[in-house]
C-alpha cells in the first residue's frame, strides 16, 4: 500500500485528513459554544446601618449567586436569610413580627416563615456567598441576629428593619 498525502493508515483503519480535521473543527465548536453559555448572575448585597443594600427589586428565577458582605463600621455578625414573602403581609407586618415578646432571634420568630437559604455568620468586613434557586413569587431577606453596636445582645436586627423585599419574575 502506498502512502498519499491525503490519507493515513493506523491500527488497520484508514482516516482521511479531512475527516479528521472536521472531526477537530466540529469538537472545538462544540467546546467554545459550551463556554459562552450564560452563568448564572451574581448579585452583591451589603449589609450598613442595620440594612440591606445593593440587591434590586426585581429579579429573573433561577439560580442566582449573591455575595453577602457585612460592611459595618463596628464588630458584629448580621446574616442574610431568604424566605417567601406571605400572601396578604407588609413589610412591616414582617418586622413587627420580631418585635413580640419571647422573639429573641432564630427559632419560632424565623422559622414562621418559609426559607430557601441562608448565608449565615457574616462578621465585619467579611463577605459569604451562596446560590439560590427561586421560582417567581415574592421574596425577603431578613437578619435574626442578635448582636449591638456596643457588643452585647439586643432584640433581632429584624426589629430594626434589617429586611428587604424583592420579587421574582
Known amino acids: 500500500m502506498e502512502w498519499s498525502p491525503v490519507s493515513v493508515r493506523g491500527q488497520g483503519r484508514l482516516f482521511t485528513i479531512g475527516a479528521l480535521i472536521a472531526t477537530l473543527m466540529l469538537l472545538g465548536s462544540a467546546c467554545s459554544k459550551s463556554s459562552n453559555t450564560p452563568s448564572s448572575p451574581i448579585y452583591n448585597v451589603f449589609a450598613q446601618k442595620f440594612r440591606f443594600h445593593g440587591m434590586p427589586g426585581t429579579i429573573p428565577s433561577g439560580n442566582l449567586q449573591i455575595n453577602f458582605s457585612n460592611k459595618e463600621s463596628f464588630p458584629i455578625t448580621h446574616e ?7 400572601s396578604g403581609k407588609t413589610a412591616q407586618d414582617i418586622i413587627d413580627s420580631a418585635k413580640v415578646p419571647g422573639c ?10 418559609l426559607a430557601f437559604g441562608e448565608i449565615a455568620g457574616v462578621d465585619t468586613g467579611a463577605t459569604l456567598s451562596n446560590v439560590f434557586d427561586l421560582s417567581p413569587g415574592k421574596y425577603f431577606f431578613a437578619c435574626w441576629e442578635t448582636g449591638t453596636v456596643s457588643g452585647g445582645t439586643g432584640p433581632p436586627h429584624l426589629s430594626k428593619g434589617m429586611f428587604f423585599q424583592f420579587t421574582v419574575t
Request: glycine share 18%.
Open 80 to 86: 442574610m436569610i431568604v424566605k417567601a414573602m406571605p
Open 104 to 113: 429573641e432571634g432564630g427559632g419560632p420568630c424565623e422559622t414562621q416563615y
